[in-house]
């Protein structure tokens, strides 16, 4: 079907007006479009439009954009009366309570109301495009525009054609993303689009090593920021977007996937949801906060002031003994050179996703001397040990009191495949190699969206070439073997290109 995505006249509606309908609203028309809203409550859509239009305004004032274009921006803006009146609309954006009946309720009447080459979507964050479009006579015009909060700042939209969406309906919606200033990542219908699949390798991922006692709240935070590079780490972002968003839809991602493994939550959200303790909102979360809502963080172990009679460094990850050689001798330490430790040496080693013990075990050293070193990201602004349970803690509070003799902090969490980093963006990069697997998304696509919507570092695919795909795939494979546990298990896509020694961004014919 001929549609003109780039008509100067073309005409937006949008149905609710809450923070994302509102959002919507001013970058539509601050792209050239009328808007026409419209909202359930009396009186909300003119107080949206008020908003709006002080939100234009005042982007003027900041020279976003001119006087002249601010004013006629707001002028494309008009409050009508319900979904009846949005029948000149060429396309019809839906931003209404995440209920399923409703919105196929809403899509029903608009059906029977706007023209027959009137795009229908939905804004939705957790329900099938596809679900919401199966009682439609004419499913092959309607579509997924996701947005992000605050849709003014994230440049982000995902376009999810259904499994009934026609190529002319995605294809007009990336143009209108482009008009609105965002950034359009087109994607097949799937429980959590993209980017909401993504980011539960980071938060799930977090929570489990909680659970299972290796590390803290707090700590695993310092490492994702400072070892992973993330602006805040996992339960700083979850008590800002709060347990009653977050837990909810990893509970539902994880069962429209048929309950698989990768997506599984545990207890530490769930008790936390159902007991209201949901983060910043309810002012208790993860942390406590004091009167000016600020996190009461608990302050860091101070760095032992211990050191060594002697250190040696097994071989048997070889770049991981380079790296840590490099940074001893820059700490002015002298490390054995023997094949074995002496009898009174620190033993420091170096794993790729497994733990100490099996460190210890597999390679006949004295676990009670034993510490390993996680080597696979950067040292500079904090490094992050652990001993096996038969660790005496003189050896690992000398091996914490070495390695942070520079000044560089030090976190020391409990025996673990993968440590903190290691584990988490393992995840994620799986996950990402899931969607590509699956053909939800091209990988390209998929690190754009993941740095856009999520404010990582890097995109799946990008983390996993920074860091080796072998290595990846190495974390991934020992931690599987190690628990036993699906949830670990390397997808095929990451599989195949690490043993063909290839980026994950190769795509297949």
């Given at each position: ?109 608009l059906e029977d109301t706007v023209s027959p080459d009137c795009i229908l979507a939905t804004n939705t964050s957790s329900l099938s495009v596809t679900t919401i479009a199966s009682k439609l006579k004419t499913p092959q015009r309607f579509a997924g525009l996701h947005f992000f909060n605050p849709v003014p700042l994230m440049r982000l939209v995902e376009v999810i054609e259904g499994l009934r969406t026609e190529d002319w309906v995605t294809e007009a919606l990336m143009v209108v993303g482009k008009r609105m200033t965002r950034e359009p990542v087109r994607l097949k219908d799937a429980p959590g689009f993209l980017v909401n699949q993504v980011g539960r390798g980071f938060t799930l991922e977090a929570s489990h090593l909680v659970y299972e006692g290796i590390s803290n709240f707090a700590d695993v935070d310092r490492v994702m920021r400072d070892v992973g590079g993330f602006r805040m780490g996992p339960f700083e972002l979850m008590e800002l977007t709060g347990l009653d968003v977050t837990h909810p839809a990893s ?259």
């Amino acid at each position: 079907m001929a549609f003109d995505a780039n008509r100067p006249d073309l005409t937006l509606g949008v149905i609710g007006t809450g923070a994302m309908g509102r959002g919507i609203v001013q970058v539509a028309a601050a792209g050239g479009m009328r808007v026409m809203m419209t909202d359930s409550r009396a009186g909300a859509a003119q107080e949206a439009r008020e908003f709006v239009e002080k939100m234009i305004l005042r982007a003027a004032e900041k020279g976003s954009m001119t006087k002249d274009d601010a004013a006629a921006a707001v002028n494309r803006v008009s409050v009508v009366g319900g979904p009846a009146d949005m029948k000149p609309c060429h396309i019809v954006v839906e931003a209404i309570v995440e209920n399923l009946e409703a919105k196929q309720q809403l899509f029903a009447q608009l059906e029977d109301t706007v023209s027959p080459d009137c795009i229908l979507a939905t804004n939705t964050s957790s329900l099938s495009v596809t679900t919401i479009a199966s009682k439609l006579k004419t499913p092959q015009r309607f579509a997924g525009l996701h947005f992000f909060n605050p849709v003014p700042l994230m440049r982000l939209v995902e376009v999810i054609e259904g499994l009934r969406t026609e190529d002319w309906v995605t294809e007009a919606l990336m143009v209108v993303g482009k008009r609105m200033t965002r950034e359009p990542v087109r994607l097949k219908d799937a429980p959590g689009f993209l980017v909401n699949q993504v980011g539960r390798g980071f938060t799930l991922e977090a929570s489990h090593l909680v659970y299972e006692g290796i590390s803290n709240f707090a700590d695993v935070d310092r490492v994702m920021r400072d070892v992973g590079g993330f602006r805040m780490g996992p339960f700083e972002l979850m008590e800002l977007t709060g347990l009653d968003v977050t837990h909810p839809a990893s509970e539902l991602i994880y069962h429209q996937f048929f309950q698989e493994p990768r997506y599984r939550p545990n207890l530490i959200m769930r008790s936390r949801y159902e007991a209201g303790v949901l983060g910043r909102k309810s002012k208790r979360g993860f942390y406590d906060y004091d009167a000016e809502m600020k996190a009461i963080v608990p302050p860091e172990t101070p760095a032992p002031k211990t050191r060594p009679e002697a250190v040696w460094v097994s071989a048997a990850e070889p770049r991981g003994q380079a790296t840590l050689l490099e940074l001893l001798k820059k700490l002015g330490t002298a490390v054995e050179s023997g094949a074995k430790p002496s009898g009174k040496a620190l033993i420091l080693v170096t794993p790729v996703g497994e733990d100490a013990t099996t460190c210890a075990v597999e390679q006949g050293l004295d676990p009670r001397r034993t510490v390993a070193v996680d080597t696979l990201f950067p040292l500079a602004k904090r490094r992050t040990v652990m001993g096996t349970p038969l660790t005496d803690p003189s050896y690992r509070d000398a091996a914490h009191g070495l390695l942070a003799a520079d000044g560089v902090p030090v976190t020391v969490c409990r025996d673990s495949p993968g440590f903190i980093a290691q584990r988490i963006v393992a995840m994620i990069v799986n996950i990402g190699c899931s969607i590509a697997q699956s053909r939800t998304a091209e990988p390209a696509d998929i690190d754009k969206a993941v740095t856009l919507g999520l404010n990582y570092p890097n995109g799946p695919f990008k983390f996993g070439d920074v860091l080796g795909a072998d290595r990846v795939y190495r974390v991934l494979s020992s931690m599987y073997r190690i628990y036993g546990d699906p949830r670990y298990r390397p997808t095929i896509w990451m599989t195949r290109r690490a043993r063909l020694g290839v980026s994950l961004l190769t795509p297949e014919p």
